[in-house]
Nanobody, 116 residues
Framework: QVQLVESGGGLVQAGGALRLSCAAS????????MGWYRQAPGKQRDLVAA???????VYADSVKGRFTVSRDISQNTLYLQMNSLKPEDTAVYSC??????????WGQGTQVTVSS
């Protein structure tokens, strides 16, 4: 099993920045990719950004040029640097790890609120 713990959420004004962290523990070697998802009230959970073990990245169109996903392998931590935040970025952000044949793991989520 892989356990994921997010941190770094909070309240920020529009135009500000936050950095989210997702610390992984357990069977780290099972991880093939990691990503950030978000869910706003009344909406479905959507992919924000993902990063494979090979270094490939994918971003939602709405965050391209503003958000950057990265991973510190030595610290088993995934990051999401969020710049130029907008009120529409307000959501619960969750970290996900793809574990190949072993399925997926999710963190508990962290709230990001952007005030206008």
């Amino acid at each position: 099993q892989v356990q994921l713990v997010e941190s770094g959420g909070g309240l920020v004004q529009a135009g500000g920045a936050l950095r989210l962290s997702c610390a992984a523990s357990g069977s780290i070697s099972w991880i093939t990719a990691m990503g950030w998802y978000r869910q706003a009230p009344g909406k479905q959970r959507d992919l924000v950004a993902a990063l494979t073990n090979g270094g490939a990245t994918v971003y939602a169109d709405s965050v391209k040029g503003r958000f950057t996903v990265s991973r510190d392998i030595s610290q088993n931590t995934l990051y999401l640097q969020m710049n130029s935040l907008k009120p529409e970025d307000t959501a619960v952000y969750s970290c996900r790890a793809d574990l190949g044949d072993y399925g997926t793991s999710w963190g508990q989520g962290t709230q990001v609120t952007v005030s206008s």
